[in-house]
């Protein structure tokens, strides 16, 4: 004997006298959809989901080059200059040439050029030059202290121009530290210059403006 379909379905939430199959539809949907929210695998499951998505997003962001090297590099350089610092005036003492190399950049390396080499026709090159070489290093004090205008010739090559003094508000350590770089870098070899030396430059000129060639030619004579 076959099972008698009932007349009514009974469905929670459908006015059975107005159901359609749309209807019944819409609401077996809404009854699987709380079904689902309300169960504990699919809790556990989103809870899991969730926390892989995490861990991803710390693994790609720590390990992957591509993914935000800079941030993670700006982090690394951050913890060693955290754990490298030092108080003010302790670790390593810069000799006169380093900090020379620090004056010269600042003060004279955008005529001169960092190599040494200057600008050809306009700014003459520190490197070989014998007004830099020369063994008097009287010459290149003067030079520094006062300033150099007019022509001259360095290297067989003629210039004409004005080179004001840049180290007027320097102390005597602080010019002999640039001298003592100009001598040493580049290829050149002559002695280091100190700071008594300076001193006993400035004694002999004064204050005056910029030297003239002629002025300097007996070094050369």
């Known amino acids: 004997m076959s099972e008698e379909v009932p007349d009514k379905l009974n469905l929670p939430g459908i006015d059975e006298s107005k159901a359609s199959d749309e209807s019944i539809v819409r609401e077996h949907a809404r009854l699987r959809r709380q079904h689902v929210a309300g169960s504990p695998i699919a809790f556990f499951s989103s809870m899991a989901l969730i926390l892989v998505v995490v861990f991803a997003w710390f693994y790609l962001r720590r390990h992957m080059a591509g993914y935000d090297a800079q941030m993670y590099l700006s982090e690394r350089g951050a913890i060693h200059a955290f754990n490298t610092w030092e108080p003010a005036g302790a670790g390593v003492v810069k000799s006169p040439y380093e900090l020379g190399q620090e004056l010269f950049t600042a003060r004279c390396a955008s ?111």
């Not at 014998?130 to 007019?150: F, M, Q, R, T, Y």
């Not at 004409?160 to 530290?177: C, E, I, K, P, Y």
């Open 111 to 221: 005529c001169h050029m960092a190599n040494g080499e200057g600008m050809a026709g306009n700014f003459p090159p520190l490197a070989g030059s014998e007004w830099v070489l020369h063994e008097e290093s009287s010459l290149p004090i003067k030079v520094v202290l006062a300033g150099l205008g007019g022509p001259i010739t360095v290297k067989g090559q003629p210039y004409n121009g004005n080179m004001v003094s840049m180290v007027a508000d320097l102390d005597d350590q602080s010019v002999a530290n640039i001298v003592t770089y100009i001598r040493q870098s580049w290829g050149n070899e002559a002695s280091e210059v100190t700071a008594d030396q300076v001193a006993a430059v400035k004694d002999e000129i004064g204050s005056r403006g910029p030297w003239t060639g002629p002025e300097l030619q007996s070094y050369f004579e």
